[in-house]
């Protein structure tokens, strides 16, 4: 989709949200809800338009990092439940009992601070099970339990883990580990709050540990059509995909949601041996047509990517020439015979038949797809199509 008037923007695919929302739906029972992790501003796809496809799809809750986020899309009319998996500063639990957020509860100075407070409040108590990051360990859950049952006003609606390399079917004695430990828990939990949801598996857990979904599953990255690392792709599309629910998923793979675009703004022919951008970095091989595009490591394009990654012009790729500036970056167009003023451009995504991944940029940075996607400027316009 071509914009008007904008140098860059992000297309979001609606049918792609809708067809990885059914590959997940289809891999879990009738009986597992389904919690779609929008936080981070949906992984940079845009908090509030994210959230209500998934609500329209008909997921079950919602994930989101911060108090702030939650307010945010009570405001613009999401009903289904919301879960603030992040930490929530205790001058804010009356407004999320106010509104109806449930907060993660990982401390025994949050339990004292709900004491305090007089609004009816929902509570999801974050386990501990191996990662060291939130939660309570095993070991405490009875006197966690015992404080919590002295406020009249919480309501325990979940209890809850993360797993640490659930990415990584190699290591699965470390997540049957933290999935046993969590069993455990859960039981307590569940003794003196039988309708406390237990959920453990997130995106990669859901894909590779069928035991663990429990009774909802948090997805994240693969609603955006990512995959939580290659080894999870290829074991889940290796071995085939087997649904558990009735109906028919006519691909296992996932769909991208997300394409970047700008535009081309200038271009000129520069003769073989000049060099290209700050501190000359780049010597060109031959006589070549450069086109400058009006992005840069300002709207998220990485410097790291300087001299080394690529993208479409009229589905032919083409290479970024010397370091990335603040606000626009030159490739090499020579192959792209076409290339002109106003041409689209693909940065993130596909044309054509060729595609530039967010795995092969965080390869490239270092890094991985999820910092690529979750690191996109904010203020770009996004279209959902």
């Given at each position: 989709?071509?914009?008007?008037?904008?140098?860059?923007?992000?297309?979001?695919?609606?049918?792609?949200?809708?067809?990885?929302?059914?590959?997940?739906?289809?891999?879990?029972?009738?009986?597992?809800?389904?919690?779609?992790?929008?936080?981070?501003?949906a992984?940079?796809?845009?908090?509030?338009?994210?959230?209500?496809e998934l609500?329209?799809?008909?997921?079950?809750?919602?994930?989101?990092?911060?108090?702030?986020?939650?307010?945010?899309?009570?405001?613009?009319?999401?009903?289904?439940?919301?879960?603030?998996?992040?930490?929530?500063?205790?001058?804010?639990?009356?407004?999320?009992?106010?509104?109806?957020?449930?907060?993660?509860?990982?401390?025994?100075?949050?339990?004292?601070?709900l004491a305090?407070?007089?609004?009816?409040?929902?509570?999801?108590?974050?386990?501990?099970?191996?990662?060291?990051?939130?939660?309570?360990?095993?070991?405490?859950?009875?006197?966690?339990?015992?404080?919590?049952?002295?406020?009249?006003n919480?309501?325990?609606?979940?209890?809850?883990?993360?797993?640490?390399?659930?990415?990584?079917?190699?290591?699965?004695?470390?997540?049957?580990?933290?999935?046993a430990?969590?069993?455990?828990?859960a039981?307590?939990?569940?003794?003196?709050?039988?309708?406390?949801?237990?959920?453990?598996?997130?995106?990669?857990?859901?894909?590779?540990?069928?035991?663990?979904?429990?009774?909802?599953?948090?997805?994240?990255?693969?609603?955006?059509?990512?995959?939580?690392?290659?080894?999870?792709?290829?074991?889940?599309?290796?071995?085939?995909?087997?649904?558990?629910?009735?109906?028919?998923?006519?691909?296992?793979?996932?769909?991208?949601?997300?394409?970047?675009?700008?535009?081309?703004?200038?271009?000129?022919?520069?003769?073989?041996?000049?060099?290209?951008?700050?501190?000359?970095?780049?010597?060109?091989?031959?006589?070549?047509?450069?086109?400058?595009?009006?992005?840069?490591y300002?709207?998220?394009y990485?410097?790291?990517?300087?001299?080394?990654?690529?993208?479409?012009?009229?589905?032919?790729?083409?290479?970024?020439?010397?370091?990335?500036?603040?606000?626009m970056?030159?490739?090499?167009?020579t192959?792209?015979?076409?290339?002109k003023?106003?041409?689209?451009v693909?940065?993130?995504?596909?044309?054509?038949?060729?595609?530039?991944?967010?795995?092969?940029?965080?390869?490239i940075?270092?890094?991985?797809?999820?910092?690529?996607?979750?690191?996109?400027?904010?203020?770009?316009?996004?279209?959902?199509?």
């Amino acid at each position: 989709m071509k914009a008007q008037h904008l140098r860059t923007w992000i297309d979001i695919s609606t049918q792609a949200i809708a067809h990885n929302y059914k590959v997940f739906r289809e891999l879990i029972s009738s009986e597992t809800k389904l919690l779609g992790v929008i936080k981070s501003n949906a992984y940079g796809h845009e908090l509030f338009r994210f959230g209500i496809e998934l609500q329209n799809l008909g997921a079950d809750w919602l994930g989101v990092d911060s108090i702030t986020e939650a307010l945010a899309l009570r405001k613009i009319g999401i009903k289904i439940p919301i879960l603030v998996l992040g930490y929530t500063l205790p001058e804010n639990f009356e407004l999320a009992g106010v509104k109806n957020i449930s907060l993660a509860i990982s401390t025994f100075e949050s339990i004292k601070a709900l004491a305090k407070v007089n609004k009816k409040i929902s509570v999801h108590i974050k386990v501990d099970t191996g990662m060291h990051r939130q939660g309570f360990f095993v070991k405490d859950a009875q006197k966690v339990l015992q404080e919590i049952s002295k406020l009249k006003n919480i309501k325990v609606d979940g209890v809850f883990t993360h797993f640490a390399a659930a990415k990584k079917p190699d290591s699965s004695h470390a997540t049957e580990k933290q999935i046993a430990i969590f069993k455990q828990a859960a039981a307590l939990v569940k003794k003196y709050h039988p309708k406390a949801l237990a959920h453990a598996a997130a995106t990669a857990g859901t894909l590779n540990y069928p035991e663990s979904h429990f009774d909802m599953v948090r997805i994240g990255i693969g609603l955006y059509g990512l995959w939580p690392s290659e080894e999870t792709k290829k074991r889940f599309v290796g071995r085939g995909l087997k649904p558990i629910r009735s109906g028919r998923i006519t691909s296992p793979y996932l769909q991208p949601v997300l394409t970047w675009k700008t535009i081309i703004s200038e271009t000129k022919t520069v003769e073989k041996g000049e060099r290209i951008g700050y501190d000359y970095t780049e010597e060109l091989k031959r006589d070549s047509k450069i086109a400058i595009l009006p992005i840069g490591y300002w709207h998220g394009y990485w410097r790291a990517f300087s001299s080394k990654a690529y993208v479409l012009v009229a589905g032919i790729r083409c290479k970024v020439l010397g370091k990335v500036s603040m606000d626009m970056i030159a490739v090499d167009v020579t192959n792209a015979t076409k290339a002109k003023v106003g041409n689209e451009v693909v940065l993130l995504g596909k044309q054509g038949k060729e595609e530039v991944t967010a795995d092969e940029l965080g390869t490239i940075a270092n890094t991985s797809c999820y910092e690529i996607v979750t690191r996109l400027n904010p203020l770009i316009k996004k279209n959902y199509i």
